[in-house]
């Protein structure tokens, strides 16, 4: 437990066995939110930043109906059978040109998408 000095708008904490010393600067509440905010940004910048970095590999299982899972692309397995498996590789290309067609509009897994405008502080 920490025994506190006051000495007006600055406080100096201390540990009971005096071996730690901590400045705590008196904020308003305002100042108080807004240092919450701010930390809290950059909290989130943090973790942003490492949406759709993941490491993990791929992974293919059968399905008890006999289709191909595949695990590790999102939250959860992607599943077809092997005919729709077949055809998609071999008209891939559409999906490729398609996505080159509508770049501006097609969107990354990793970049948050704000469905509400955050408020201005």
Request: charged share 30%.
């Amino acid at each position: 437990m920490g025994l506190g000095v006051s000495n007006g708008h600055h406080t100096t904490e201390q540990t009971t066995d005096m071996t730690e010393t901590q400045e705590v600067t008196a904020m308003s509440p305002t100042e108080a939110l807004l240092a919450e905010i701010t930390r809290l940004k950059a909290e989130n910048a943090a973790m942003l930043a490492t949406i759709g970095k993941s490491n993990k590999k791929l992974s293919c299982k059968v399905s008890e109906k006999g289709a191909v899972s595949v695990y590790g692309l999102q939250r959860f397995p992607i599943t077809l059978y092997k005919d729709q498996w077949k055809r998609l590789d071999k008209e891939f290309d559409i999906v490729t040109k398609f996505i080159a067609e509508n770049e501006g509009k097609v969107d990354e897994h990793g970049r948050p998408v704000l469905s509400v405008k955050p408020e201005k502080v």
